[in-house]
T-cell receptor
């Protein structure tokens, strides 16, 4: 595997379900991100992890719970979601500490909440 | 209130011609700008970037121009190829803040 991978690619869940999204980066980066892309809205940054420590939480509801066990893996645990949480969830990674700090994205998980 | 605006949702050009994608921003503190492109069912892919200390950056067929006084940047693709058909996102950030502010994207169609 190369780059940034995300599983599953598609997920349909009910409002009472608990599910998790997984992201893995094979680039040796030390920063990882969760983004949400809703229809007709710009990409919204949700969480940032730098060296496994969460450095940013953009007022994300607690029904979204991130976990970063190491610099290569990032999870987004989902519980009691709402239909308006249906969106494309993108994971990204970058090498923090360098000027350009370009973010590399995974293919995303298309989430539908019924 | 969107800080990064891509006012054209779509653009269509002929193969071989120039594609010009525009982006306007409101925050004068932005000092680094990036363009990403996105194919369907894939995540955004970094294309080219420019620091606010420059007014032009070129990489092969892709050139980004920055006009700080107008708070405007543009991406030129020449010559355009059918494989360039994708959604192009403009993004910006300030200093060491890792948070990127994104535009809504422009869907480019390059017709053979």
């Amino acid at each position: 595997e190369t780059g940034v991978t995300q599983t599953p690619r598609h997920l349909v869940m009910g409002m009472t379900n608990k599910k998790s999204l997984k992201c893995e980066q094979h680039l040796g980066h030390n920063a990882m991100y969760w983004y949400k892309q809703s229809a007709k809205k710009p990409l919204e940054l949700m969480f940032v992890y730098n060296f496994k420590e969460q450095t940013e939480n953009n007022s994300v509801p607690s029904r979204f719970s991130p976990e970063c066990p190491n610099s290569s893996h990032l999870f987004l645990h989902l519980h009691t979601l709402q239909p308006e949480d249906s969106a494309l969830y993108l994971c990204a990674s970058s090498q923090a500490g360098i000027a350009t700090d370009t973010q590399y994205f995974g293919p995303g998980t298309r989430l539908t909440v019924l | 209130d969107q800080q990064v605006k891509q006012n054209s949702p779509s653009l269509s050009v002929q193969e071989g011609r120039i594609s010009i994608l525009n982006c306007d921003y409101t925050n004068s503190m932005f000092d680094y700008f990036l363009w990403y492109k996105k194919y369907p069912a894939e995540g955004p892919t970094f294309l080219i970037s420019i620091s606010s200390i420059k007014d032009k950056n070129e990489d092969g067929r892709f050139t980004v121009f920055l006009n700080k006084s107008a708070k405007h940047l543009s991406l030129h693709i020449v010559p355009s190829q059918p494989g360039d058909s994708a959604v192009y996102f403009c993004a910006a950030r300030t200093g060491n803040n890792r948070k990127l502010i994104w535009g809504l994207g422009t869907s480019l169609a390059v017709n053979p």
